[in-house]
């Protein structure tokens, strides 16, 4: 399938981004882990997240224009979109990488010392996360619906009853208003989740130190990669489901 224009100028700037995150883990993993560092890892902390920020707005200057686009995106792998929630990864799963971080058996793993007190936070996060993740769902269930809804119904019976030249034409303007209405509601679902997203994301990293939001980005980024290569080996095999 031939890519639309905002796909082919998105998956150019999708491939450019992920080259500079690569760049941005190598800085992640060679930081000074001494405390005494701490303004260091704020400011590297800020450059990424600004950098990271660009990613969402740049898809939202271009759902607009090609919402359907994002949620089938060519520019990942079969496996990256396997793993898809509304158009990106599920919030929860931060939560996920934290509890498997701190339990990590790995040396200067800086998620492992979690006090007590941040631990009590991050779970506040995960509930409210879950919640909000429960709201886009059933937005996304009632936009599914809504494809068989009276109207809608209505209007494909009246467009294989028509013959005459003149009212498909009014019929077929009638199904592209309906059809502006559910893409409508498609980007404001999209928005939303990416909303929980990055809301779940800056929620965690203000509970960790700044070292440990290191060690947390760092870990974030790779498990994006490490999908991201698995899948382009799958491709390269041959494997294509």
């Not at 200067?108 to 007590?116: D, K, P, Q, R, Y």
């Not at 007190?117 to 599914?144: A, G, H, N």
Request: aromatic content about 8%; glycine content about 4%; charged content about 30%.
């Amino acid at each position: 399938m031939m890519k639309t224009q905002v796909q082919e100028r998105f998956s150019e700037f999708f491939e450019k981004w992920l080259l500079q995150i690569e760049s941005n883990i190598q800085q992640l993993l060679s930081v000074h882990r001494d405390p005494s560092h701490e303004p260091e890892h704020r400011s590297l902390i800020c450059k990424i997240m600004n950098h990271y920020k660009e990613y969402y707005s740049t898809k939202w200057a271009c759902v607009h224009d090609d919402i359907l686009g994002f949620f089938s995106p060519p520019w990942l792998t079969p496996l990256e979109n396997a793993y898809l929630w509304m158009t990106g990864w599920k919030p929860s799963m931060l939560y996920r990488l934290v509890h498997s971080l701190r339990h990590a058996k790995v040396p200067g793993t800086s998620l492992s010392n979690l006090s007590e007190d941040q631990l009590k936070k991050i779970e506040e996060l995960r509930l409210r996360t879950s919640m909000e993740e429960e709201k886009v769902e059933r937005e996304m269930e009632r936009q599914q619906v809504s494809m068989a809804d009276r109207k809608m119904v209505e209007l494909a019976r009246l467009a294989t009853r028509v013959r005459n030249g003149e009212i498909v034409r009014e019929v077929d303007g009638l199904v592209e208003v309906a059809l502006k209405v559910l893409l409508g509601g498609l980007e404001k679902l999209l928005k939303t989740a990416d909303c929980v997203r990055l809301k779940a994301l800056k929620g965690v990293l203000e509970v960790l130190s700044p070292l440990q939001c290191v060690d947390f980005m760092a870990a974030f980024f790779m498990v994006q990669f490490q999908m991201r290569r698995l899948g382009k080996t799958r491709i390269r095999n041959g494997d294509l489901s």
